[in-house]
């Protein structure tokens, strides 16, 4: 089983005070059988996320691909400083553009940071609130009319990391999750800027066929609106001369009628119902085609809900009402398991 | 269903038989040269199979086997599947000692379409050392050779006083 | 399922392995070979003791006690039979001495034992007579049997019969079960090779059968295993 509960996690960083140790194995779950290898789907904290997310605040999270990348905690972080933050990352970015010259602090500039909180983005009380940051170009003196355009967004997030919080030393703020979306560069420079800024460190987070099928599962469990998109898995086949991708495509309401048969108990899942869920569908494929679809690699899932590709890309699907914890949940255990 | 025995033939003088059975024959040819690259003081056969049961009509014709690999990717779920079919077809009396599980890919989480925890699961089941290794990098994989040429020398009885199943005693308690 | 052999021994490499025969070499071989004597005999050892777990060795030393008993036994019995004809014997000995003597005592001795004589073939006329009397009721007996086992043998042929008559009735139902069973195992098969190509030929056609609705319904038919 999956274990997807983070106090598992936990008891490995007691002893580590700067970096999460690599505990990849966590992510994959020690213990066998339904008792242990379970998620919750809606535990309370994912209630009072959907009801906060009506709010036109969250509203640009949806429908754009976000690159995931997995960060220790951040040493001497604190949310009363945004503004001053926001004032030294748009001056070095400045510098970073002008090869390293130094630049004051406070000056007008090109391109204007923002970082602020996102306090409706929490899974439950006791978590830290998710940190916006986005770059946005200042319109230049000729056309003052012309509004102001956000070139590059990223967020932090913790959702549902009760025991997280609780375990961190003092000085330390865990928000494990980042998502990018924008040019890569800016990505790099703001990354680099939190690395020397509190003492972090970002890694790309590339999502396994394991995960990936896990998703598959956890979307196709969501309640469906009307004429929602086919469920789409992407595989490719390894060791062959040119590349090969296999695209299969489920009618939603054909995939939710499957996951429902195979689902015991509502709100929760197990690894054992998810690998009995893909192994229909891939005996399904066998029957026609006569391929093994267990023997190539999940790339990419993509539903009504949220799609994700194996390279750590993800794009939060339509609807907002299903920006639903248990995902982020997972997220926060994959970014915890990452090395 | 034909299955297979551990004692029902008997050695050949100064040679030993290890029986690879794994679904990338690519993999599978890859580790058997690495093996036969390496300098042994013995003669040693290896066969390779997809999948067991192994043909009846070869029977008469094949070695006394005196360790079987199961090789399963991390990378693909059908590998383990493959395995986990195969296992039914070998005698109780081979996981004395006689089996060994290689769990190729690994260091590769991304890639990972199997759950660890069900390869452990297999690994105590059937009370058989497992083996993790990545097969793609040269030097792992002739870690590996060694490795494999050593437990068959003592999975054939070619070391005196140490026995596959007192081998595979000392090894499992070293988890 | 295939099976490939590798055997590599070059034979540059055999000659120098002969040429390596050495007395390192025979040690190490006579090594290996006493490890696998070793390994072999510890499990045919392990398959006897499970074979012969249970077998204890009790039994033999009560099998002697019980022979010795009735050795025992016969011993007595022989031995009171031996001082019952030893006493026979003297009294009849005294009884001849006593009629040699010819006197009055002797006189009536000899009555009685004539008297004896008398009751005694008396004794074997009605013993003979009882014989031949148990004679004939053997014989009637033994008539009663014989038409008992006549009668049951009449009766099982009678069974036997209509056995017989009631299989012949059942073969034939049998019989045509097993034409309409495998008849209809030829037509699944044809069915399902049929099915196969159809499936095939549909894919191979490249033609898109998602599309079309009634295709898509053919296609999806298919599937399922007849």
């Not at chain 1, 690599?22 to 998620?39: K, N, Q, T, Y």
């Not at chain 1, 970073?96 to 439950?124: F, M, R, T, W, Y």
């Not at chain 2, 693909?76 to 296992?87: M, R």
């Not at chain 3, 006493?34 to 077998?55: I, Y």
Request: proline share 3%.
């Amino acid at each position: 089983g999956v274990v997807l509960r983070p106090f598992l996690v936990m008891e490995s960083l007691d002893g580590a005070a700067r970096t999460l140790p690599s505990i990849g194995r966590l992510s994959w779950g020690l213990p066998f059988g339904r008792a242990h290898g379970r998620c919750g789907l809606s535990p309370s904290g994912g209630l009072l996320l959907q009801k906060n997310l009506d709010s036109q605040a969250v509203a640009f999270l949806l429908r754009k691909r976000w690159a995931l990348y997995s960060v220790t905690p951040l040493y001497k972080f604190s949310s009363a400083h945004l503004k001053a933050y926001a004032k030294l990352l748009s001056a070095y970015i400045a510098a970073e553009k002008q090869n390293g010259l130094a630049v004051e602090v406070g000056v007008e500039l090109d391109i204007k940071v923002a970082i602020s909180c996102l306090p409706d983005l929490k899974g439950s009380e006791q978590d830290e609130a998710a940190v916006l940051v986005q770059l946005s170009l200042r319109p230049q003196a000729s056309q003052k009319k012309s509004e102001e355009k956000v070139v590059w967004s990223g967020w932090f997030c913790s959702v549902c990391g009760d025991d997280l919080s609780k375990n961190m030393p003092a000085d330390f703020t865990c928000l494990p999750v980042f998502l990018a979306n924008g040019a890569e560069s800016y990505t790099s420079i703001v990354g680099s800027w939190f690395q020397k800024m509190f003492d972090c460190c970002f890694h790309h987070l590339a999502i396994s066929p394991l995960n990936l099928s896990w998703m598959a599962a956890m979307w196709t469990g969501c309640k469906l609106e009307e004429n929602a998109s086919a469920m789409e898995l992407v595989f490719s086949v390894p060791s062959l001369p040119q590349s090969l991708d296999i695209s299969y495509a489920i009618h939603a309401e054909d995939a939710k009628a499957l996951w429902d048969t195979v689902q015991k108990t509502p709100g929760e899942i197990t690894q054992e119902e998810v690998d009995v869920f893909m192994d229909c569908l891939y005996s399904h494929f066998h029957r026609h085609f006569k391929i093994h679809l267990s023997a190539t690699k999940l790339v990419k899932v993509s539903t009504a809900v949220a799609s994700a590709h194996c390279d750590g890309i993800i794009k939060l699907g339509l609807s907002r009402q299903y920006f639903i914890a248990a995902f982020q949940r997972k997220l926060l255990t994959l970014a915890l398991g990452q090395k | 269903m034909a299955v297979f025995q551990p004692f029902d033939k008997l050695p050949v003088l100064n040679s030993a038989t290890l029986l690879l059975v794994g679904s990338d024959r690519g993999l599978q040819q890859e580790l058997a040269k690495a093996m036969l690259q390496e300098k042994k003081s013995f003669k040693i056969s290896i066969h390779l199979a997809t999948s067991l049961p192994l043909p009846s009509e070869g029977d008469h014709l094949r070695p006394r086997i005196d360790l079987i690999v199961f090789m399963i990717d991390v990378k693909t779920k059908y590998s383990l599947k493959n395995v986990e079919a195969s296992l039914a077809h070998v005698a109780a009396s081979f996981f004395l000692g006689k089996v060994c599980f290689l769990v190729t890919g690994v260091g590769r989480v991304n890639y990972c379409s199997v759950e660890m925890s069900s390869i452990w699961k297999l690994g105590e089941v059937y009370c058989s050392p497992v083996l993790y290794c990545e097969l793609e990098l040269e030097r792992t994989r002739v870690a590996t050779a060694q490795r494999l040429l050593r437990m068959l020398q003592i999975c054939a009885g070619h070391v005196p006083g140490v026995s596959a199943l007192t081998f595979n005693f000392m090894l499992r308690n070293s988890y | 399922m295939a099976e490939g052999g590798q055997e590599q021994q070059p034979s540059e490499d055999r000659e120098r392995a002969m040429a390596a025969v050495d007395v390192f070499y025979l040690l190490r071989v006579r090594d290996q070979m006493k490890q696998q004597l070793l390994e072999c005999s510890a499990v045919a050892d392990a398959d006897k003791a499970a074979v012969s777990h249970h077998a204890g060795k009790e039994r033999p030393v009560q099998i002697a006690i019980e022979d010795y008993k009735k050795g025992i036994e016969n011993e007595i019995v022989s031995f009171w039979t031996k001082t019952l004809a030893l006493q026979r014997i003297q009294i009849t000995a005294a009884l001849r001495d006593k009629m040699k003597q010819n006197d009055n005592d002797s006189q009536l001795i000899l009555e009685a034992v004539q008297d004896i004589v008398k009751l005694s073939e008396a004794i074997a006329a009605y013993q003979q007579q009882a014989r031949e009397k148990e004679q004939k009721v053997a014989d009637i007996q033994r008539q009663r049997l014989l038409l008992k086992k006549v009668g049951r043998e009449k009766l099982k042929q009678i069974h036997d019969m209509m056995r017989k008559l009631k299989e012949t009735q059942a073969t034939g139902e049998v019989k045509t079960l097993e034409e309409m069973h495998t008849a209809y195992q030829k037509e699944r098969k044809i069915t399902s090779i049929i099915q196969n190509v159809l499936q095939c030929i549909i894919i191979g056609s490249r033609v898109n059968w998602a599309e079309d609705p009634s295709l898509k319904a053919v296609v999806l038919q298919l599937e399922k295993n007849i």
